[in-house]
């Protein structure tokens, strides 16, 4: 791993957490929770299609060169 990545990584966290943070004193430990959980469902979903549409397509490239 890049020391590029690790410094972007370990601001993410800390940019997170402060967010998270000043989240919970202004709406609430609740729909903060919400918030959390909403984000992670769609982070998920967005992982899972996006390996989905790579397969689909290294699918349809194998099939073309074997035609040729």
Known sequence: MK???I???ISGIVAA???GYVGVQIFGRNT???VA???FGL???GSIGQI???KRQQ???QTQSKQQ
């Open 59 to 61: 699918r349809v490239i």
């Open 32 to 34: 903060m929770y919400t």
């Open 17 to 19: 957490t402060a967010i």
């Open 52 to 54: 989905l549409v790579e």
């Open 3 to 5: 020391r590029n990545q």
């Open 37 to 39: 959980t909403a984000m």
């Open 7 to 9: 410094v972007k990584g």
């Open 43 to 45: 982070g998920t979903g």
